[in-house]
């Protein structure tokens, strides 16, 4: 038995050309949650984590729209919002397809913090877009309101709100999960944590914690998820079958089984966009740093044979 720690992003909880509705979020959602279900009723302890882009983005229009009845939330309060949403989500198919699967566990989600650095240089350089577009007009005004910063995207024609993306230094609720874990709460729950990368929260005066605006990259939360919990296995499940070199151009090559030399080598020669796969190696060479024992990227079709070694890219043994 493992310890497995899946990262779910991409189409695993909402397809791109999906409307966006809750309805095909659980559409999406119940897809997936039969393979989570495979992964506890092999024998492993399983804890989830997800992303929120799309989530967090309706949030943020919704508040936008709204402004003028009710005081919008601060991105930190929207970031808490998703993965309340989320995580009833998943707790809601996860929790059938573990009930049809025949194996007995509570899925419990957890609102989770992660603690960044106050003087982390992402806050003097955001670059990380969140919301929607807007026109030049619009971009002017809310810099004078409501502060933001805000860059053009020229390729499709309009500004975008950036903010800072800090490195995760810690989860607030890890130590307390792990206890759970390494007792006998392992074999009878399904942790759901971290959602978004977790609410970003910087350490203040008196030991107080403060939320700040802020996104964490999810992939590198989940680095640091995993080597709290002490998971032997990390599986970052995105839209395409796993890394390649080449990508998209007449030299595309999936990667397979490699080593972390091998994958370091090609991040350092840029193979990896950091739009796109880039965050989820540069995560998974730092779950195998810190102790992790085998990295798997793939999609949801086929992370079961991913975490037998058959499938995606992968690095050392499964457990």
Not at 6 to 19: E, F, S, T
Not at 98 to 112: F, N
Request: aromatic residues 6%; positive net charge; glycine residues 12%.
């Amino acid at each position: 038995m493992a310890r497995v720690l899946v990262a779910l992003g991409g189409n695993a909880i909402q397809r791109a050309h999906d409307a966006g509705t809750w309805a095909d979020a659980t559409r999406q959602m119940r897809r997936t949650a039969p393979v989570l279900a495979a992964i506890v009723a092999r024998g492993h302890e399983l804890v989830v984590t997800h992303g929120n882009g799309p989530q967090v983005g309706d949030l943020l229009r919704e508040a936008e729209l709204g402004a003028r009845e009710v005081p919008p939330p601060p991105m930190h309060v929207l970031d808490a919002e998703s993965e309340g949403q989320i995580g009833y989500l998943i707790a809601q198919e996860l929790s059938a397809a573990l009930r049809t699967a025949r194996v007995p566990r509570v899925v419990v989600p957890i609102v989770s913090r992660t603690e960044v650095a106050r003087r982390d240089p992402a806050f003097r350089h955001p670059t990380k877009p969140v919301g929607r577009f807007y026109s030049a007009a619009e971009a002017a005004r809310l810099r004078r309101t409501a502060g933001w910063t805000l860059r053009e995207d020229a390729a499709r024609g309009g500004w975008r709100r950036v903010v800072p993306s800090p490195r995760p230094r810690r989860w607030l609720e890890g130590d307390a999960v792990r206890a759970a874990l390494d007792g006998r709460l392992g074999r009878s729950c399904v942790f759901v944590v971290t959602g978004g990368g977790g609410i970003p929260v910087v350490r203040g005066g008196g030991g107080r914690y403060e939320g700040v605006e802020a996104v964490i990259d999810k992939d590198r939360a989940a680095a640091v998820v995993a080597a709290q919990i002490g998971a032997a296995t990390l599986a970052i499940v995105t839209d395409v079958p796993g890394a390649a070199v080449g990508y998209g151009t007449p030299r595309q090559r999936w990667l397979g089984r490699v080593d972390a030399a091998e994958l370091r080598r090609y991040r350092r020669a840029g193979e990896f966009a950091e739009g796109s796969m880039g965050p989820k190696v540069t995560a998974g060479l730092e779950f195998l740093a810190a102790g992790g024992r085998y990295l798997v990227i793939t999609d949801i079709p086929s992370l079961a044979r991913g975490l037998a070694g058959r499938a995606g890219t992968r690095v050392g043994e499964p457990p």
